[in-house]
């Protein structure tokens, strides 16, 4: 059964590798049955966004959705996702993260981004993201890359959240 390691558990400091066709979910032969587990799991922890590496597995995708996104409006999982390109206008709005419960903080990132995944069909999609949705994707992201948001803030701001 798949679960949301808190930090600092060892995968959520590491870089993940690319998700390739031939790669495979340790315990599942089927991945229809492992996205609807981990989008579940995404859902019942009320997150919308996990990153494989929060549940152990250190292969670049992610689960992401809310009703409130528009692209990602359905949950999906995304793989190989990339931002391709940022606006140098920034946001600071509040986020939290699985690994961290209950902590809630005030985090820095550019307002929209442009971004490039592929479906679980291996389809290349595009698509443009704004406000809560592009910070969620870039949260995610950043998972893929060992980085979690407290590293995002400075030294200051993570203590008064976590007072
Ligand atoms: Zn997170």
Redesign the pocket.
Known sequence: MIKVYQYPHETLLQTSTPWTADDSIEGYDDLERFETDMIRLMLDEKGM?L?AN?IGITKRFFAIGHESFDTFQKHAIIWNPQVINSSEEKVIDVEG???FKDIFVKVERPKTVEVQYETTQGKTRFAKLDWMESKCFQ??LD?LEGI??NKRVSKLRWQMANG
């Open positions: 966004g990153a929060q993260c699985l690994s949260h995610e998972h979690t948001f």
